[in-house]
């Protein structure tokens, strides 16, 4: 990746990568859940902090600009990782780092309160080893919290300067429009982003998410361009035996049920096209999500530095109006085959009692 590639970061003005280096996996000791939504200590974290690094640096010397992470990846491990890698070179890269999940064992260390985000960001900054995060993200919205303390807490740490920025995460369509109308009502900097799930087998933020993002200017990361591992090419009618994941997260990569059957026959088909095309999965996937005009950048998490290197190549991929055809009619716009892939599920869909009498 070249400078000219650069994107502006929705209406902020700021440009970052077409990739942004995700950090999740790099860590010591236990890890965070995968979903980012919590503290626990399950999950993994397969890359020891050295080789982080490492790959920190080759994916800076590469081109990319931008690195997200959050304070709940491996407990605060993650945000370390990215802190020692970034000395002297912090000045030109733009940190993305996240609040909310568990911190602890006390369930006061979490959440979108004023009360939390005052201390998580704290702690962020001092793991980080920086004194400005570039953008400050909600992990995931809280229903216990009213989104104007939210924003308003966001809005006193930019006026001190310990925040550029800040964002959302797997927001709601309602919840992107609500942060935004409060923010005006209330003579508040409103937020500039959103980060949502995106890839040939989770389309579901096409309907709302994304032409919302358009509509008032959020920068949009895309995460996930390989939904998981499902277009890894592991996820085929041919495969055998499931990947080793499907037992230790079974909530994520279950194929039993309808649902997950019509999902892997769909990443069977993406898998096919590719090979038609003479082209890596990983291509295919990663340049169908740099082709919508509503992500900004999209993050990658590679566990290693041939992982990087498979990424950084598929960057370069162009996708032509017939192949986006016929992804189309493989997985047609807007779909998403199981709840959970939206990101977050929403309460009222999560508990009954909330829709019975």
């Not at 209406?11 to 919590?38: C, H, K, Q, V």
């Not at 920025?165 to 992107?176: D, E, H, I, K, R």
């Not at 590679?302 to 192949?323: K, M, N």
């Amino acid at each position: 990746m070249s400078l000219n590639q650069l994107r502006v970061f929705g209406r902020s003005g700021t440009l970052i990568s077409p990739l942004t280096l995700g950090t999740m996996n790099f860590g010591e000791g236990a890890a965070a859940d995968p979903s980012g939504a919590g503290g626990s200590a399950h999950g993994y974290a397969p890359t020891g902090a050295d080789e982080g690094i490492r790959i920190i640096n080759a994916a800076l010397d590469a081109g990319i600009t931008a690195v997200d992470t959050a304070d709940v990846y491996s407990q605060g491990q993650s945000e370390h990782v990215v802190g020692r890698a970034l000395k002297g070179r912090r000045d030109d890269v733009f940190i993305a780092t996240k609040f909310h999940g568990q911190m602890s064992a006390n369930p006061a260390h979490s959440g979108n309160s004023r009360r939390w985000i005052m201390q998580a960001v704290e702690g962020s900054l001092r793991r980080l080893q920086t004194d400005r995060i570039d953008l400050y993200q909600a992990h995931r919205p809280d229903y216990n919290t009213d989104v104007l303390e939210t924003i308003t807490a966001l809005n006193d740490l930019i006026r001190q300067g310990k925040i550029l920025y800040y964002g959302t995460s797997v927001f709601t369509p309602a919840q992107l429009v609500e942060a935004q109308w409060l923010a005006t009502t209330n003579h508040l900097i409103p937020p500039v982003a959103n980060q949502v799930p995106y890839s040939m087998l989770v389309r579901g933020t096409e309907r709302d998410v994304l032409p919302i993002a358009q509509q008032y200017g959020l920068g949009v990361l895309a995460y996930g361009p390989l939904a998981g591992g499902w277009l890894s090419g592991s996820f085929v009618l041919d495969a055998g035996k499931p990947p080793t994941r499907v037992h230790s997260l079974p909530g994520r990569y279950d194929i039993s049920g309808p649902a997950s059957e019509r999902k892997l026959h769909a990443a069977d088909a993406l898998a096919r096209l590719a090979d038609k095309l003479e082209l890596p999965l990983v291509d295919l996937a990663v340049g169908f999500a740099l082709n919508h005009p509503a992500v900004s950048s999209v993050i990658v998490g590679p566990r290693s530095e041939e992982h990087l290197h498979a990424y950084l190549h598929a960057a370069d991929t162009v996708l032509d109006e017939s192949v986006l055809d016929a992804i189309d009619e493989l997985v047609p716009p807007g779909t998403n085959f199981v709840e959970r892939d939206a990101g977050a599920v929403v309460p009222s869909l999560e508990y009954a009692e909330l829709r019975r009498r």
